[in-house]
C-alpha cells in the first residue's frame, strides 16, 4: 500500500535519485519507469526497474488517471511534463488477476471464458485481456496469466468487493484466482 506517507519518502530515495543519476550519466530518461518495490520494515527496497509498465500494477494506477495518458506521454517526449498537472480521480482500485489453473507453470489453454458480458455491464470495472484470443466468435484463455480484473470503489473495501463480484461472474475450466488481494491494505488502513 503507497499511502501519501510513503509516496514522498519513495520519490525523494529511489526514483528521483534514479532518474537524476541517469541524466548525469548522459542519458536522460523519458518514458514510463516502473520500479517493483518491496516495502520492509527498513522502508521500500527496490526489487527491479522496468522501462514500461508493470502488469498488471499499472492497470488499477489507470483506472484513477484523470489526466489524458497520452498528453502526459506527449510531455514526456517534449520535455514539458513539469508543465502538466497530472490530476486523480478520488476511490481505491484493486485488481485481481485471473490465471489457469497450473500457472506460472504448465497450464491448459484453449478453454472458452463466460460472463464477460456480465462484466462489461457493470460500473466501475475493467477486465484487462492478458492472455485470450478470438475463437470462433468465443473469447478463450490462451495464456498463463487470462484476465485482470480491475475495480473502482469509494474506499478499498468498495473496490475488494467490487472486483470479486466481476470475478465470479467470469467462468472457465481450470481458473484460479487468488482470494486475499487488497486484504493487506485493508488491514494495514484499518
Not at 542519458?27 to 527498513?42: C, F, R, S
Not at 509498465?53 to 514526456?76: R, V
Not at 461472474?169 to 486484504?183: A, E, H, P, Q, S
Request: net charge negative; proline share 4%.
Amino acid at each position: 500500500v503507497i499511502d501519501k506517507a510513503m509516496y514522498e519518502p519513495i520519490m525523494e530515495t529511489i526514483m528521483r535519485p534514479t532518474v537524476r543519476a541517469m541524466e548525469k550519466e548522459g542519458y536522460p530518461y523519458k518514458g514510463v519507469l516502473y520500479a517493483g518495490l518491496m516495502i520492509t520494515e527498513d522502508g521500500p527496497k527496490v526489487l527491479e526497474f522496468n522501462a514500461r509498465f508493470g502488469d498488471p500494477e499499472a492497470q488499477p494506477l489507470l483506472m484513477l488517471l484523470k489526466t489524458d495518458l497520452i498528453d502526459i506521454l506527449e510531455a514526456c517526449i517534449d520535455g514539458n511534463l513539469d508543465k502538466i498537472a497530472i490530476v486523480w480521480h478520488d476511490g481505491a482500485t484493486v485488481c485481481v488477476v485471473m490465471a489457469n489453473k497450473g500457472y506460472p507453470g504448465q497450464h491448459e489453454k484453449g478453454q472458452v471464458i463466460g460472463g464477460l458480458d456480465k462484466v462489461s455491464d457493470m460500473d466501475e470495472i475493467v477486465a484487462f485481456h492478458a492472455g485470450t484470443s478470438l475463437k470462433d466468435k468465443n473469447i478463450i484463455a490462451t495464456g498463463g496469466r487470462v484476465l485482470g480484473v480491475t475495480a473502482k470503489g469509494a474506499d478499498i473495501a468498495k473496490a475488494i468487493d467490487n472486483a470479486y463480484k466481476a470475478v465470479s461472474k467470469i467462468t472457465w475450466d481450470g481458473v484460479y484466482f487468488r482470494k486475499d488481494i487488497g486484504r493487506k491494505a485493508l488491514n494495514r488502513l484499518n
